[in-house]
């Protein structure tokens, strides 16, 4: 079974310029999930779908963050302007996710490591 | 608002000994617990989870967890420690009464010398 796929796998960017991050999550999957991983510290959770609607997205930058999900399937996380603080490995993660009461395991992608200078 | 720390950035052990990774939480509800692993540049990895039922909950690679809710913790655990269990591990709480959204600990070092 193929795992879940995440490209660019490294990404440098001047700060104000913009970025995109595309994650192809495993087949039959209904949960998607960004997280941002700063170093030194643990995955934050961005942003949740089912399907292609959001079920979370409080800790979202929506001034400069944006993610969709079309057709269910992959997605794309886009920032712009970057910021020198939006340095950091972004993680796409999937589930089965049934609902919210699901205790399913999340698979993780192998990140996109984003330096912005 | 729930939370889960683990009190320990590093822990060193020495090949063939007992490991233990700590970690607490916080959650409103009945909590899911997780435990992921994770190598250099590589994304993260499930371990365990606890769901209900019993609550020593065993896992890939040799690794086991226990849940003691007076304690609100869950502990990760392995009797005999190997060279390539050496890695970054993280511990997970999942509040399934807030829309099943996932927090995670800021990680622990795992070097388990030879």
């Known amino acids: 079974e193929a795992g879940v796929a995440q490209s660019p796998r490294y990404k440098i960017i001047e700060k104000r310029q913009s970025v995109a991050f595309w994650c192809n999550p495993i087949?039959?999957?209904?949960?998607l999930y960004w997280y941002q991983q700063i170093l030194g510290q643990g995955p934050k959770l961005l942003i949740q779908?089912?399907?292609?609607?959001?079920?979370?997205d409080s800790q979202l930058p929506k001034d400069r963050f944006s993610a969709e999900r079309l057709k269910g399937v992959d997605s794309t996380l886009k920032i712009q302007p970057a910021k020198l603080e939006d340095s950091a490995v972004y993680l796409c993660?999937?589930?089965?996710?049934?609902?919210?009461?699901?205790?399913?395991?999340?698979?993780f992608g192998p990140g996109t490591r984003l330096t912005v200078l | 608002a729930q939370s889960v720390a683990q009190p320990e950035d590093q822990v060193n052990v020495a090949e063939g000994n007992p490991l233990t990774v700590k970690c607490t939480y916080s959650?409103?509800?009945?909590?899911?617990l997780f435990w992921y692993v994770q190598y250099p540049n590589r994304g993260l990895q499930f371990l365990l989870k606890?769901?209900?039922?019993?609550?020593l909950v065993k896992g890939s690679y040799g690794f086991e967890a226990e849940f003691n809710k007076s304690q609100t913790s869950f502990h990760l655990k392995k009797p005999s420690a190997l060279v390539s269990d050496s890695a970054l591990y993280f511990c997970?709480?999942?509040?399934?009464?807030?829309?099943?959204?996932?927090?995670f600990g800021d990680g622990t070092t795992l070097t388990v010398k030879p």
């Open positions: 606890y769901i209900t039922g019993d609550n």
């Open positions: 087949s039959g999957h209904a949960t």
């Open positions: 993660a999937s589930s089965l996710g049934v609902g919210r009461e699901s205790a399913d395991t999340q698979y």
């Open positions: 959650v409103s509800g009945n909590p899911y």
């Open positions: 997970a709480v999942r509040d399934y009464t807030n829309a099943g959204k996932s927090t």
């Open positions: 779908f089912q399907n292609n609607g959001v079920v979370d």
